[in-house]
């Protein structure tokens, strides 16, 4: 990871977006590189600006943020999103996730919990606003169900050939469908946070799978929730 994360904020109040700015100016280690008000400039200014992650509003003019996400993969299939949004509807969240979004963060968020998110982010894990994670789990449910609207590009489909996974890799993944952070993880399971990273690391590339939110929403189809 590199030691300045750079960030997209698209966001199309004004006063809003030019206070999350300023808020994010004042933390250590995060550089905002670029700021759009809609899904167009979005687009545009992301994959001109190649950020390390896009802070995304869902209710915008036009496309909508949920909608905006298969395209921000193509163009910009390094980056990192996370939505940030005041829509606590099950459906946004689903659809969020389903899309790519490695998180689903409210707008109640404080800064220093923002600050925390960025940075699980870029490490790889997905993070969501506790007010959201009972429907989280109601979402992972019923993943395979209508929440996730038509997209341009498929989601990637778990790997059916794949190698079959270890027993600890089946450990890991079982805690991670129930929504286990890599530090809860190797509590429960009595091994190093670093091992658990590279265990999911493993379990992502056998699958098929580019997020943790994918991998979970896979073991949950398999029974593992």
């Keep these: 990871m590199k030691e300045l994360i750079t960030i997209l904020v698209v966001d199309d109040h004004t006063l809003f977006r030019r206070g999350l700015i300023s808020l994010l100016g004042q933390e250590d280690g995060v550089k905002v590189v670029g700021e759009a008000a809609d899904g167009s400039d979005a687009l545009r200014i992301a994959e001109a600006l190649q950020p390390d992650l896009i802070l995304l ?3 915008m003019p036009g496309v909508t943020g949920v909608a905006l996400l298969p ?9 990192r999103v996370l939505m ?18 490695q998180g ?10 923002l ?4 940075i699980r ?17 109601n979402a ?3 993943a395979g169900g209508a929440a996730s609207p038509a997209k341009p590009e498929p989601e990637p489909e778990p790997d059916k050939d794949a190698p079959q996974l270890s027993p600890r890799e089946i450990d890991i993944l079982k805690q991670l469908t129930r929504g286990a952070s890599n530090k809860e993880i190797a509590r429960i399971l009595g091994i190093a946070e670093p091992t658990v990273k590279i265990h999911v690391q493993h379990i992502l590339r056998k699958l098929n799978l580019s997020s ?3 991998a979970a929403v896979w073991g949950n189809e398999q029974g593992m929730g």
Excluded at 71 to 79: H, I
Excluded at 123 to 137: A, D, F, I, Y
Aim: no cysteine; glycine share 4%; net charge negative.
């Design 104 to 113: 689903y963060l409210l707008k109640t968020i404080d800064g220093e919990d």
């Design 121 to 137: 982010t870029m490490r790889g894990e997905s993070v969501v606003s506790p007010e959201m994670s009972h429907k989280l789990l």
């Design 140 to 142: 992972l449910r019923n």
């Design 71 to 79: 395209a921000l993969r193509q163009v910009v299939p390094a980056s």
């Design 84 to 101: 940030l949004t005041v829509s606590e509807n099950e459906e946004d969240l689903s659809a969020a996730l389903r899309n790519g979004a």
């Design 115 to 118: 600050a925390a998110a960025l």
């Design 57 to 59: 509003d869902n209710h």
């Design 212 to 214: 943790r939110v994918q």
